[in-house]
Structure formats: structure tokens, C-alpha cells
């Protein structure tokens, strides 16, 4: 028989960059400024993101296009997977993502894709502790405090699942 449950979780909704806490909004103008770096000539679409480190580091990526579609890495990863190369061991305490089409700023907050939510929780996993997420439009900011809301049923490795 069946059981039915039930997933669901909170999240922060801000209506300014202005109106967030202090760290959150340092980092949510870091990812805005890491859109100029975006290589996106094909879809137009830039997204910027920024990771902050236990360490006070912050590290910048942003989607990197190819005409060799889809050769591309989203700017999550980008930022992710430098974060982890150069300051290996270090949690990820928060990340924040933004994007524009055509050099205009997005009015919603931009979502990241699959693979990059996959990336995200493993990236949580290693830092053994849930990091916040902060989405940003123009219109409005949502936050999350914790990866895994993004992607409740993820992948995990088989030596997880055996635990």
C-alpha cells in the first residue's frame, strides 16, 4: 500500500538587493558584476554568479557559450568548480546568481539549471552543512537556505545511498 507524503519548504522572498542582509547583498552585486565576463553570444543570455567561502574568499563565474553547442559551462559551475580547485576543502557558506538578456537585467530571479543543481548539492555535501541560495531579478530576490530545496530528490553517490 501507498503512503502518501508531503515535501515543501520555506523560502525568503526580498523585493531589492538593498533589502537583503549585508553579506547576502554583497554577494548579490558580485554576481551582477561577474555578468560582464559572460562569453554569450549565441543565446544573449549572461548569468553571473558568486560564492562565498567560509574563508571570506569570493569567487566570481559566469556562463562561458560555444558555438560547438553544448560545449558551454553554466556560470554555477564555472564558479563552483574554481571554488573547489582553488580552495579545496573549503564550504561553500553562500551563492548568488543573476542574470540579463541583451544586456538588460532579468525582472525575475534566474533558476539554475539541473546540472547545475546537482553540482550544487554535491558541492554541500563535501562542505557538510547546507549553504543559502540567493536568486536575483530586478523585480524580485529570492532566497533559499539550503541547495537542497532546489533539487529534493538528487543523485547521490552509491556510497551515500549505503549509509
Same mark, same amino acid.
Given at each position: ?23 547576502? +547583498?554583497?554577494? %548579490?552585486?558580485? #554576481?551582477?558584476?561577474?555578468? &560582464?565576463?559572460?562569453?554569450? =553570444?549565441? *543565446? ?48 561553500? +557558506?553562500?551563492? %548568488?546568481?543573476? #542574470?540579463?538578456?541583451?544586456? &538588460?537585467?532579468?525582472?525575475? =530571479?534566474? *533558476? ?52
Amino acid at each position: 500500500m501507498a503512503k502518501s507524503k508531503e515535501l515543501s519548504f520555506q523560502y525568503k522572498e526580498f523585493e531589492r538587493i538593498e533589502d537583503l542582509p549585508l553579506e547576502l +547583498k554583497d554577494l %548579490a552585486k558580485k #554576481a551582477k558584476e561577474a555578468l &560582464t565576463t559572460s562569453y554569450s =553570444p549565441y *543565446s544573449e543570455f549572461a548569468v553571473g554568479a558568486a560564492v562565498l567561502l567560509d574563508n571570506s574568499e569570493i569567487v566570481l563565474g559566469s556562463n562561458q557559450e560555444n558555438g560547438a553547442y553544448p560545449s558551454g559551462l553554466c556560470a554555477e559551475r564555472v564558479a563552483l568548480f574554481y571554488a573547489g580547485s582553488q580552495f579545496p576543502g573549503v564550504a561553500v +557558506k553562500a551563492m %548568488a546568481v543573476a #542574470a540579463s538578456f541583451k544586456g &538588460t537585467p532579468i525582472a525575475e =530571479p534566474v *533558476s539554475p539549471c539541473g546540472a547545475c543543481r546537482q553540482v550544487m548539492i554535491e558541492t554541500q555535501n563535501l562542505g557538510g552543512r547546507p549553504y543559502t541560495i540567493v536568486m536575483v531579478g530586478e523585480k524580485r530576490i529570492i532566497v533559499l537556505e539550503d541547495a537542497k530545496f532546489l533539487l529534493p530528490f538528487t543523485f547521490s553517490s552509491v556510497k551515500e545511498a549505503t549509509k
